[in-house]
């Protein structure tokens, strides 16, 4: 049992989903958006995003943390802002001893979808599907449970090859 | 008597400098050149580079911090990488309760060498030249120590500002 946490980080807006693992089987355990306050300074804001982080790390006690890469074809301002939230994003787990895994869009919407076509609306609806009875918050926690499920899949591919590895 | 902390942020190497000031004299504490190896993951570089800033931060007890605001017309990539040292650098002093301020290069170059038409080379000269006898490390601490400069100008022209208001 592996209890993983998805990130999708923003200076506004950053969302969390935790699951649990055993492989095959996916259990919602929660999620969330934290939010932080655009008239406060960048530095009172960063701050604000790794005390909710380290929060939520501290009570919930992932055993690992997973990020989607992100697109970096906007201008340079919104991407160096954008660097900031995800910075302290990567940096909240390794602060807490936790790997963190990154993967590419592509490979969230294929695992969640079965696609890497998919459209962002499309990963999320079918998150909802693949965690029944979960009521999730929005669509930031959405796409941070996307990244969580990505991160089990590939886990599980991992450890089946591990293991046919022994027996072969 | 203030202790103002520079910091020129990059996830593999990251200047800082250190020093005194009383409004029109500025003194020289210390400087130098924090490295992150770049055969280490990201979060354990941005580890690295919290725990080497929050060591710092809490052996030197600055006042003040300061950061140069950054060019950002570099590509996706590269801006994406240095914004999360710069996240970082941001969030080590507002973790330990310090203000950060930042200001635009030009004000940098206006402050150190008296034009922001200067080069970056006629920066770490004047540097060197306005702290006679410091032993300055490194291109990247020099860099840091031109922040620190500025802001220790801005301030006394804030306070310079503040006591001529008082008085009139």
């Known amino acids: ?19 649990e693992s055993d492989g095959n089987r996916l259990r919602h355990l929660a999620d969330g958006v934290i939010a932080t306050d655009s008239t ?20 919930h006690r992932p055993d690992e943390a997973a ?18 939230a995800r910075g302290v994003a990567l940096l909240a787990p390794a602060l807490a001893g936790i790997p963190v895994a990154e993967y590419a869009a592509l490979a969230v919407k294929r695992a969640v979808v079965g696609t890497g076509a998919a ?17 999730i918050s929005r669509a930031d926690a959405a796409d941070a449970l996307a990244v969580a499920i990505c991160h089990a899949h590939h886990r599980a591919s991992r450890t089946r090859w591990a293991a046919g590895a022994l027996m072969a």
Request: no cysteine; hydrophobic share 45%.
């Open 119 to 135: 459209e962002k609306h499309q990963v999320q609806d079918m998150v909802r599907r693949l965690l029944p009875g979960a009521r």
């Open 40 to 59: 406060e300074s960048v530095p009172e804001r960063l701050k604000a995003l790794h005390d909710a982080l380290a929060l939520l790390l501290a009570e």
């Open 67 to 84: 990020l989607e890469e992100t697109y970096v074809n906007r201008n340079g301002a919104a991407t160096l802002k954008l660097g900031y």
């Open 1 to 19: 049992m592996l209890r993983l946490l998805g990130i999708d980080p923003g200076l506004r807006f950053t969302g969390w989903g935790l699951l």
